[in-house]
């Protein structure tokens, strides 16, 4: 069985394609009482398909954990933007949460301090909406635009992969959207100072024992959080024993 509604207006928002919970198909009776029916995981196809953005970079200038830094987002709308439209940035999972100030800057076509909404999820930065973009500068299909946006790099250097997305967009309605897939590495933060000493064993080919010290700057994670130290050794050593001692401020870890 099939049939055709017609006269229907397509939805304003890109969103549209991932919605699966509004459509619903369902046979009844005269006195409306439902017999069969699907009425979940239910949408349109074709997707509704918006101006294709290009996004040919996002890079941020500190990839350091904990680091209060800017991410910077290049992108060419490929279709003119009107006055009051609005920029979304949409950020990987997990990738980075709210700066000390939050603050958003566009370093291109103009140079202008613009208002920007930070939406967070779990301590996290999901999304930043810059407003009236246009105010300052040409809006034209072809314009290169950067934007500098105050972020704060996760906690620890965990690979969160994902993609950045560029969605711009009126006030209710959505213009065009792009990506750039996520491959910023984070890196972790420099010891304050760090110390390796052969335990005055100086002759070749002797068997020593290596003292390495280090004063971290971030709080070392605890046990139950499962805190490690990671030790590289050159290919060129020879590692004769599987044990070691460690102590944190004097006292003896287990």
């Given amino acids: 069985m099939s049939f055709i509604i017609?006269?229907?207006?397509?939805p304003s928002l890109l969103s549209a394609n991932v919605a699966t919970t509004s459509w619903e198909v369902i046979t009844a009776t005269s006195l409306l009482y439902h017999v069969d029916g699907a009425?979940?995981?239910?949408?349109p196809s074709p997707d509704l398909e918006g101006i294709g953005v290009t996004v040919p970079a996002v890079e941020v200038a500190s990839s350091i954990v904990f680091a209060d830094t800017t991410?910077?987002?290049i992108f060419v709308p490929n279709s003119?933007?009107?006055s009051g439209a609005i920029i979304q940035i949409g950020l990987p999972d997990e990738f980075v949460s709210s700066p000390v100030t939050e603050s958003c800057v566009q370093a291109s076509p103009s140079s202008a301090t613009l208002s920007c909404t930070y939406s967070t999820s779990g301590g996290y930065i999901t999304s930043i909406a810059i407003n009236n973009?246009?105010?300052?500068?040409?809006?034209?299909s072809t314009t290169v635009h950067a934007y500098k946006i105050a972020v704060k790099i996760r906690e620890n250097t965990k690979d969160v992969g994902g993609s950045f997305s560029v969605t711009t967009k009126t006030?209710?309605?959505?213009?065009?959207?792009g990506s750039f897939t996520n491959s910023i590495t984070i890196l972790p933060n420099p010891f304050i100072s760090t110390s390796l000493d052969n335990s005055g064993c100086n002759t070749v080919s002797a068997s020593c024992s290596l003292i390495v010290k280090f004063t971290t700057v971030y709080?070392?994670?605890?046990?139950?959080n499962n805190g490690k130290i990671a030790l590289t050794i050159p290919s060129d050593l020879t590692v004769v024993s599987t044990g070691c001692t460690a102590t944190i401020a004097g006292s003896a870890m287990e």
């Fill in 6 to 10: 017609e006269g229907l207006t397509n």
């Fill in 39 to 43: 009425y979940t995981n239910l949408k």
């Fill in 71 to 73: 991410m910077t987002v």
């Fill in 80 to 82: 003119d933007l009107p």
């Fill in 133 to 140: 973009p246009c105010t300052h500068s040409n809006c034209k």
């Fill in 171 to 177: 006030s209710t309605e959505d213009i065009g959207i």
């Fill in 219 to 224: 709080d070392f994670p605890s046990k139950t």
